[in-house]
Structure formats: structure tokens, C-alpha cells
T-cell receptor, first 116, second 116 residues
Framework: GAGVSQSPSNKVTEKGKDVELRCDPISGHTALYWYRQSLGQGLEFLIYFQGNSAPDKSGLPSDRFSAERTGGSVSTLTIQRTQQEDSAVYLC??????????????FGPGTRLLVL | AQKVTQAQTEISVVEKEDVTLDCVYETRDTTYYLFWYKQPPSGELVFLIRRNSFDEQNEISGRYSWNFQKSTSSFNFTITASQVVDSAVYFCALSESSGGYNKLIFGAGTRLAVHP
């Protein structure tokens, strides 16, 4: 079946602009996660969704970052007033029910964001 | 605090050599899971294995094998008779139950280059 998909695959933007990154999880997966992969910081957790709710937003680096999920499916990560330090690969993952700690998370291909 | 350490930043081997990727973790939980993911140049994180804290049996899957030793908090990954297609960044990750959901803590990754 179809895996996790993300769009766009690459995004180049100018400092100060807003960007939206999209994630389509595996069908039937209720848990969705956003991670960021940047040089020097490795893979960092950003936010977790269970259905349309986000019980944990603790990894969002600033209030310029927000995310939503609709219909228990698609999620959008929005970065407002982008800064150069936001340049990274943003990875989305989904798992069946978010049941800790044993569920396997399946990752999408990521969105490579470059802020000029 | 939860932490995953992959001390080897880069490893370079010649095809058909065996190679072991080290992973050391820290956790206060008694119930936790460990994962290995592969990130080829395409960027997508590919799930390789999941192991729970109560199962210390080693596992073998084709050319891949994993050695889990709770006494040393290690979960090492060995590739036997390496091939060029094994070239990738490999991540070890830890998942705990205390957070109430399945947040992954990643190591910094080990870049493996297999040369013909």
C-alpha cells in the first residue's frame, strides 16, 4: 500500500516568507509525527498528533511554527516569517495508533527547505 | 534523561567486509523499545528493526544482525558481507512509554560508505 507522502519535496524560499509543508500519512494511521533533520542538530521531534489533536507540541522551536491536522489524515506544518536557521529537512511519520512505546513509525521522504 | 549515542560518525569499508554500527542508550524506564532506521541518499528513513527491552535475543535477518545487551545498554547492528547498496546513514532510536506516546529519540547517525 501507499506509504507516507510529503509535499513539496523541495522548497526554496526567501527569509521572512511563510511556508506550508504537507504530510499524507498511511491510510488508517491515527498517530502522526513531525521531525526536523538539520546539520548539527540531528533528528529532532517537533509535534505529535493523535487524530486531530496535538497532545505534545513541545518540540516546536518557536511560535513561528504551527501545525494542524484535519479529518484525522492530512497534516500541514506552517512556518511563518522563515529564518535561515529554519533550513532543514522536515520529516513526517505515522503509526497505527500511537500506542507507546512499541509502535513502529513509518517515515515519508521529507521536505527539504532552504531559506535564502 | 533519555539519550542515544552513536559514537561512530562515519565508517568506510570495502565491499564484502563485515561492519558493526554501535548504539548506546540511556533511559530510566524499564519498558522501552529500540529501533534502527536506514536513510539512503534518497532521504527517506527506512525501518529496519524494533526490539523491546524484555527481549534480549539477538536477531538475524539475511545479512543484518542485531546484538542487544541490556547490561551495557547497547544495541549494535552488524552488516555481514557489506554491499555498495548498504551505503547510507543509519540511525538508532529509543522509544519510551513514560511520555504516553511513541516519541522517538534518535542518535546522531552513522554514515556508512561501502566501496567496490
Amino acid at each position: 500500500g501507499a506509504g507516507v507522502s510529503q509535499s513539496p519535496s523541495n522548497k526554496v524560499t526567501e527569509k521572512g516568507k511563510d511556508v506550508e509543508l504537507r504530510c499524507d500519512p498511511i491510510s488508517g494511521h491515527t498517530a502522526l509525527y513531525w521531525y526536523r533533520q538539520s546539520l548539527g542538530q540531528g533528528l529532532e521531534f517537533l509535534i505529535y498528533f493523535q487524530g486531530n489533536s496535538a497532545p505534545d507540541k513541545s518540540g516546536l522551536p518557536s511560535d513561528r511554527f504551527s501545525a494542524e491536522r484535519t479529518g484525522g489524515s492530512v497534516s500541514t506544518l506552517t512556518i511563518q516569517r522563515t529564518q535561515q536557521e529554519d533550513s532543514a529537512v522536515y520529516l513526517c511519520a505515522s503509526s497505527l495508533a500511537g500506542r507507546p512505546p512499541q509502535e513502529t513509525q513509518y517515515f515519508g521522504p521529507g521536505t527539504r527547505l532552504l531559506v535564502l | 534523561a533519555q539519550k542515544v549515542t552513536q559514537a561512530q560518525t562515519e565508517i568506510s569499508v570495502v565491499e564484502k567486509e563485515d561492519v558493526t554500527l554501535d548504539c548506546v542508550y540511556e533511559t530510566r524506564d524499564t519498558t522501552y523499545y529500540l529501533f534502527w532506521y536506514k536513510q539512503p541518499p534518497s532521504g527517506e528513513l527506512v525501518f529496519l528493526i524494533r526490539r523491546n527491552s524484555f527481549d534480549e535475543q539477538n536477531e538475524i535477518s539475511g545479512r543484518y544482525s542485531w546484538n542487544f545487551q541490556k547490561s551495557t545498554s547497547s544495541f549494535n547492528f552488524t552488516i555481514t558481507a557489506s554491499q555498495v547498496v548498504d551505503s547510507a546513514v543509519y540511525f538508532c532510536a529509543l522509544s519510551e512509554s513514560s511520555g504516553g506516546y511513541n516519541k522517538l529519540i534518535f542518535g546522531a547517525g552513522t554514515r556508512l560508505a561501502v566501496h567496490p
